[in-house]
């Protein structure tokens, strides 16, 4: 089989940490595999480039900033690969370039265009084991780019697609994918398998244990995704076709967002055409947004609210005060002590009352809801960032994911 196994960066946080993986993907290769290892950069360092580079400016350049961060993953490359070598196997190391991942120029999310995989293959077909710099990928014009926090999950998505590898295997710090966030509520519950699109939404809705353009491109390319933990032999997750699935709970899980903030425009003229200019500037300064709330006109004005990430709270910031400006707008207040609380299942497709019992149970805990917005297999909801905890627990109790 032709295996590609991603490594987070608790797995290689530190030098026994990257022996360990060494081990790891030396055992896979003796059980006669080919071996393909994605690393991401050893655990904080992304950060720590991310302030050092915020130590200057608040607004890096962010081409800058791509160069800066992409580094952090080439260190683990290159160790691991210096590992296996001195274990006496034939491994090589590759850049996001070298692997030919080619993205497009939005510099610090950029996405992937394609893949080149003829050099990994050249070294693959010599018996090497290659070990990629995640979260990375070239431009057009030869300039390094970064796929967006949490991207090497996608790095190897995609390298898997790009290789028809059997498997892609996620290796992090927990067995595979929980209830919610076992660290917000240790009594989640392993799910062994869950579909595509549940996953997604959960990935989307803040569950971190997969960024979620990786879910979306192992659902378009069909790979066979797996998570599971780097320091134990417990079976993972694997996330598969919503068929491949026996029985479907009315809810799978819970998920939490913190990087959420909330801008509320006061004021807003009135006219047809208004939306789309507001929502259309803010695209074209690449700014997420997600819930959108509407009050009912009076007297030619209206309010508007949206959410976008904390990260990108200035960027949105400086579009709503050009209408400010323009006298398009009287106001824009922002919050960014908020979180979205979401609860996500197939199964609610065929069920009704699973909204009611979330608002009951954020009532009787009194914890305000500030929005509210539904799909047909999830549940989201803006409420204050400091009931995120208490909200994730009373949910996953009320809906018995503990059982
Ligand atoms: P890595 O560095 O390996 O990419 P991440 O920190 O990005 O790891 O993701 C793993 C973390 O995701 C876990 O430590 C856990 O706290 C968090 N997490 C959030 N939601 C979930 C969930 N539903 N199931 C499992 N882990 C989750
Ligand atoms: N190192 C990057 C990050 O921290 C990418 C990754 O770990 O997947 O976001
Ligand atoms: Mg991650």
New binding site residues.
């Given amino acids: 089989m032709l295996i590609v196994q991603k490594?987070?960066?608790?797995?290689v946080g530190d030098l026994d940490r990257i022996q360990n993986v060494a081990n790891r993907v030396a055992k896979t290769a003796q059980e006669g595999h080919q071996v393909v290892v994605v690393v991401?950069a050893m655990?904080g360092e992304t950060n720590k480039l991310i302030a050092y580079a915020e130590h200057y400016t608040p607004t890096p350049a962010r081409d800058e900033v791509d160069m800066l961060l992409s580094s952090g993953e080439r260190v683990t490359a290159a160790l691991l690969s210096i590992a296996l070598n001195a274990m006496g196997h034939k491994a090589v190391s590759m850049s996001g370039r070298a692997a030919g991942i080619v993205t497009d120029a939005v510099h610090t999310k950029a996405r992937i265009e394609h893949i080149d995989p003829s050099q990994m293959r050249r070294e693959i077909d010599e018996g090497k084991i290659v070990v990629i710099a995640g979260f990375q990928g070239v431009n057009e014009s030869g300039r390094v780019t970064t796929l967006g926090r949490?991207g090497?999950?996608l790095s190897a998505v995609a390298v898997a697609g790009a290789l028809q590898a059997d498997l892609c295997e996620?290796?992090?710090?927990?067995d595979?994918?929980?209830?919610?966030?076992?660290?917000?509520e240790p009594k989640?519950k392993k799910i062994d398998r869950i579909s595509y699109d549940e996953m997604l939404e959960?990935a989307s809705l803040?569950?971190?244990?997969?960024?979620n353009r990786s879910v979306e491109l192992a659902k378009k390319l069909n790979v066979n995704l797996v998570?599971r933990s780097?320091f134990s032999d417990a079976e993972g997750t694997l996330i598969t076709k919503e068929e491949n699935i026996m029985e479907q709970p009315v809810v799978s899980?819970?998920?939490?967002d913190k990087n959420q903030a909330r801008i509320s425009m006061r004021g807003v003229i009135d006219r047809p055409g208004i939306a789309s200019d507001i929502f259309g500037a803010l695209a074209s300064a690449n700014v997420n947004v997600d819930m959108i709330i509407q009050t009912v006109g009076q007297d030619g004005m209206t309010n508007l609210g949206f959410t976008v990430p904390k990260t990108e709270l200035n960027d949105a910031k400086a579009v709503t005060d050009r209408f400010i400006d323009k006298l398009e707008i009287k106001g824009a207040e922002c919050d960014d002590s908020i979180c979205k609380v979401s609860i996500v299942g197939v199964g609610m497709k065929s069920h009704t009352g699973v909204a009611a019992k979330a608002f009951s149970t954020m009532a009787s805990e009194n914890i305000n809801i500030m929005m509210i917005s539904t799909s047909e297999i999830k549940i989201s909801m803006v409420i204050q960032e400091k009931y995120a905890e208490l909200a994730v627990r009373s949910l996953h109790a009320a809906y018995r994911l503990d059982q």
Avoid: C, E, H, N
């Fill in positions: 490594y987070g960066g608790t797995s991401s655990s949490g090497s999950d996620i290796y992090t710090d927990v595979g994918v929980y209830t919610t966030d076992p660290r917000i989640a959960l803040g569950a971190k244990v997969l960024q998570t780097s899980g819970i998920a939490l």
